[in-house]
């Protein structure tokens, strides 16, 4: 499988094709952030890390970028098993 790229995950987002489990939802709550926000996040942002789950094997990246209103803040995110985008947390640096 090729390596996730920012411009993929970019693409993702532009076309709406991701999923905000339950966890980055509350995160996003707790932090007074918007869908619109983590959307920013990933826009304007770069792949700081990538992890690999060593019993799935599947590659988790931190997209370091910023909110709407310049605050500096982190989505963990990968790639689901039908190719949408999931992510998986995102909170204020």
């Known amino acids: ?3 996730l790229s920012i411009t ?3 693409d993702l987002v532009r076309s709406l094709n991701y999923v905000v489990s339950l966890h ?3 995160e996003l709550e707790d932090d ?3 869908i619109l926000d983590l959307e920013n996040i990933i826009l304007t942002g770069r792949i700081v890390e990538r992890q ?3 019993q ?3 590659t988790k990246v931190l997209i370091r970028g910023r909110t709407l209103d310049s605050r500096e803040a982190e989505a963990v995110a ?3 098993p039908t190719g949408a ?3 998986i947390t995102v909170y204020l640096v």
Do not use: C, F, S
Request: cysteine-free; proline content about 4%.
């Open 1 to 3: 499988m090729p390596r």
């Open 85 to 87: 985008l999931y992510i």
């Open 78 to 80: 990968k790639v689901g």
């Open 52 to 54: 690999k789950d060593h």
């Open 24 to 26: 980055a939802a509350e």
């Open 56 to 58: 799935t094997h599947e």
């Open 32 to 34: 007074n952030l918007t």
């Open 8 to 10: 993929r995950i970019r």
